[in-house]
Structure formats: C-alpha cells, structure tokens
C-alpha cells in the first residue's frame, strides 16, 4: 500500500532529476542516451539538442562519432518510431517491443498487411540488407521484384516491424535530412541478448518514474501489461499522487523536494519527457498540451519555466544570423525573460556552430 502522497511538484522535480534537467551533466553521450532509455529521433536534430541541453559541453560531433563506434543507433523502437537508442539497450529490449510493432504494421496498413507470409520475406530481405544496406524505397522494389502481388509498402514495413533493423551513419547525423540506409540489428550491433519485460520496466523508471503501468504502455506503445508485471509491482515502492493513483517506483531512488529551483531548459520536438506518462501534467500542464501537441503527431520544442512548459519555441536561420523565436503562454518577469535570453543564445550558438549573429525572439503570447 502507498505510504506517502506525493505533490505535483515532487513529481516534476523527481521527473527533471532523473532526465538530467535540473543541472547540465559532465557525461559521454552514450551514457547520458542509456539513462534517458533512448531518445526519439524520427528527424535527425532534435536529439542533439536534447543532449545539448542536459550536457555539459556537448558537441555535435561526439553524437556522430558514437555512431560511428556503433555505440548508439537510430532504429525503429518504442512506439514504432525511430530513435536513438545504446547498442546494448537495443539489443536487450527489442524483442519484448517486438509485438508493439507487429500491431503498428496492422494499425498503418490494414488489409494491405493481410496475408504476408512474414517468414518469406525476412527470408528475402536479410540477405539483401545485410549486403547492400539499401533505403526503404530499394528495399520495397527489391521485395516486389519477389512478390509482386503483394502491397510494397506494406512489405517493406513488415520487414521492419519484424526484423530488427538499424540505420546505417551518416543517417541520424545532424543535418543530413531524413533519408536513411538500413541493415540487419544482428549484422550492425552484434547478437540479441534478451531481457525480461521487468527489467525494461525497472528501466523506464528509473528514468520516468515514479509512475504507474499505464504510463509504461504509453511510453511503450504496448498494452495489457499489468497481469506480465503483477509480480514485479510487489518488490516497489509504492505512492500516491494527489488525485490517489498508485505510482510504482525503484526502492532506491530518491523523491526530490517540489521547491528546488528548476533551470530554464529548452527542449526539442518530440522530447521523451512529455510522450512518456498517460498523465503528463507532471511536466505539461493540461490547458496548454494542445499548443504543444499539434497536428499529425508533430510535438513542438518548448520552454520549460520553474519546471514546466511554459513556452513553445522555432529556430530560423537566414544568412548569417540564427533566431530562436520564443512564445510564451502567459507574461513573465524580467529576470526571468532575462534568464530564456541567456539560454536561448546558447541554443542558438549551438545550432549555428558559432557562426553568424545570434538573437532572441519573444514572439505574441501562445
């Protein structure tokens, strides 16, 4: 039974600590990627920036080079979508999100899916993508050139969901835009060595939690979990939060106090942190989620003030200058305009390598 009830704040705090929020950290990248449980990469940039501002003296090129090493990789992952993940997370947990991507194929595609032979075509793409590292588009005519009856779109996704596969660099490098090149998980990072879905859980709350099982799913894109981790729940702590719900969490891990100040920190589109709780009031209030939700999925950089979003914000680059356009949801002080400046000119720097002029921009109230 929860034996403490923990305030909203308490919860941001703790949430702000474990994703490297409250303080810039003098960690390697893969290190910082393997304690944030990967980071969503669906366009190549963001993460850079969400590593540049958890980071002590974060540079593009340490991303790059870990890549390279095949320390990290940008792969299909939790929720069907690309990210950044450690070879070794990668290869330990991607088996228990396997099913997740197996309904993303029937959820996308329907009875375009229906009826592949799954095993024939693992059969024919293996080898090819072990061989010639193609991008999707040469691997859907590749299989239509062997099944021509079937959907190639559909295929080429079945191949995905259910071949692990990763990109191959430069893919996932800053600025090199969306097309990518693809081989086998197994070929690029070496054997799978399967976990258990509790340690996955344990690990996402070290890195979210506290939380409940509904919050995993919807980190995970997975479903009917609880009666699988009805036996880990036993060995946690257990909360409360101020509405009563049950939240499970590592025994060790501390719960910070709701008053430590929280640092202006920008984060990029499609950040973890807001996609990781079925209640994300933790971090995002809920009158403003749909200024940061907004269509098509897409999920906006935003401004976090006194540990919350409080902002949405767009880089533009022309010539030799880069702005970061920042637009808040309510007024604030000057010291704290003040402080969004300052940070924002470092954001700025770092998009622009240095080069050119930099500025700050408040735009009209969101």
């Known amino acids: 039974m929860p034996t403490q009830t923990l305030s909203l704040r308490q919860l941001n705090r703790t949430l702000l600590a474990r994703q490297r929020l409250l303080a810039r950290h003098c960690l390697d990248c893969a290190t910082a990627i393997e304690s944030l449980l990967g980071m969503q990469s669906q366009i190549p940039n963001p993460p850079y920036i969400g590593l540049w501002t958890r980071l ?7 991303l790059r080079a870990a890549l390279e090493r095949r320390e990290v990789a940008r792969a299909p992952w939790i929720r069907s979508t690309l990210h950044l993940v450690t070879a070794g997370d990668h290869q330990q947990f991607q088996a228990i999100i396997q099913p997740a991507l197996a309904r993303g194929l029937r959820s996308f595609f329907g009875a375009r899916a ?11 793409a293996k080898p090819y993508l072990e061989a010639e590292t193609p991008a999707i588009g040469a691997l859907r005519n590749m299989l239509q050139e062997h099944v ?19 990109q191959v660099p430069p893919s996932g490098a800053w ?9 086998t998980a197994e070929r690029w990072l070496g054997p799978a060595t399967p976990a258990d879905l509790e340690s996955l859980f344990r690990r996402y709350l070290a890195a979210f939690g506290p939380a409940d099982v509904m919050d995993f799913q919807t ?12 036996g880990a729940l ?17 025994p060790d ?17 499609y950040d973890n942190i807001l996609i990781a709780h079925r209640d994300r009031s933790r971090i995002l209030p809920e009158a403003q989620r749909k200024k940061v939700f907004v269509s098509a999925g897409r999920v906006l950089g935003s401004v976090l003030i006194d540990g919350f979003v409080a902002a949405i914000w767009r880089a533009k680059r022309e010539k030799a200058e880069t702005t970061i356009r920042v637009s808040l949801f309510d007024e604030q002080p000057d010291a704290v ?28 109230q969101a």
């Not at 592949?116 to 075509?121: F, G, M, T």
């Not at 622009?352 to 930099?358: H, K």
């Open 56 to 62: 002590a003296g974060f540079g593009k090129s340490e």
């Open 114 to 124: 229906k009826g592949l032979d799954i095993e024939r075509l693992i059969e024919i």
């Open 148 to 166: 021509p009856e079937a959907d190639k779109q559909a295929m080429a996704y079945a191949v995905r969901s259910y071949l692990p596969l990763v």
């Open 175 to 183: 600025g090199v835009g969306t097309r990518a090149t693809y081989t």
């Open 219 to 230: 980190w995970s894109g997975m479903t009917s979990l609880k009666p699988r981790l009805q």
């Open 234 to 250: 036993t060995t946690l702590a257990a909360y409360q939060d101020e509405g009563g719900r049950v939240l499970y969490d590592l």
């Open 253 to 269: 891990q501390p719960i910070l106090d709701g008053d430590l100040p929280a640092p202006i920190r920008f984060l990029p589109e």
């Open 337 to 364: 305009l003040a402080s969004i400046e300052a940070e924002g000119l470092g954001l700025a720097q770092f998009i622009a390598d240095g080069a050119g002029r930099n500025r700050v921009e408040f735009a009209p």
